[in-house]
């Protein structure tokens, strides 16, 4: 069965410095990888999404990740933080029903 | 704005009560999944439709229960409600199920408090 597991429930960065979320999957198929954000208060939001197309994937507000089979991983970067990524980042995998499993979620604080 | 409405925003009421949760898909989609979201076990799916019908059924309670309507609206009906299931409801939709990647755009979701 398909699951995600997030490193890292809290991560807190300096405004500008590198953000990196961690996330690993576990899948007996070639998986299907998303990062949703959610704001406080509101729903989520797709950041980016893996699809075999290509394994270094752009998503929205400057984010991307890199697929690495061998690594069994998605991690989620941004090169500088804006005080706007504070949210609550989620890595989801697609299960056999198209149902999104996700991790636990990791909350990004950014200190200015 | 995903395009996904959900009513209402809020809603609080007390154990042994039944609720029930309204979404509006986006326009064009015809796949309405249910998901919740507690603090004990994260986001969890519930259930997904596809244009009328029941597709896949996750770790959804049999005191809970949801259809989709001929118009693609879906009603998450809660019933025999407990302090436990308080928790944030979210419905999100796609234009179909077969393609794994496809795309869920998420509503934001009803807070439910049951006291």
């Known amino acids: 069965a398909q699951s995600v597991t997030q490193l890292g429930s809290h991560v807190s960065v300096s405004e500008g410095a590198l953000v990196l979320l961690r996330c690993n999957y576990s899948?007996?198929?070639?998986?299907?990888l998303f990062w949703y954000v959610q704001y406080p208060n509101q729903g989520l939001q797709l950041l980016l999404k893996?699809?075999?197309?290509?394994?270094l994937v752009k998503g929205i507000n400057g984010f991307e990740a890199e697929f690495k089979k061998s690594e069994t991983s998605f991690h989620l970067t941004k090169p500088s933080a804006h005080m706007s990524d504070a949210a609550e980042y989620f890595c989801?995998?697609?299960?056999?029903?198209?149902?999104?499993?996700f991790g636990a979620g990791t909350r990004l604080t950014v200190k200015p | 704005d995903s395009g996904v409405t959900q009513t209402p925003k809020h809603l609080i009421t007390a154990t042994g009560q039944r609720v029930t949760l309204r979404c509006s898909p986006r326009?064009?989609?015809?796949?309405v999944y249910w998901y919740q979201q507690s603090l004990d076990q994260g986001l969890q799916f519930l259930i997904q439709?596809?244009?009328?019908?029941?597709?896949a059924k996750g770790n959804i309670l049999e005191r809970f229960s949801a259809q989709q309507f001929p118009d693609l609206h879906s009603e998450l009906n809660l019933s025999s409600l407990e302090l436990g299931d308080s928790a944030l409801y979210f419905c999100?939709?796609?234009?179909?199920?077969?393609?794994?990647?496809?795309?869920?755009?998420f509503g934001p979701g009803t807070r439910l408090l049951v006291l």
């Open positions: 326009s064009g989609d015809l796949s």
């Open positions: 893996y699809t075999s197309a290509a394994t």
């Open positions: 899948s007996s198929v070639p998986p299907y």
């Open positions: 439709y596809y244009n009328g019908e029941e597709r």
């Open positions: 999100a939709s796609s234009v179909g199920y077969r393609e794994p990647a496809e795309t869920q755009y």
């Open positions: 989801a995998v697609s299960g056999n029903n198209n149902d999104m499993r």
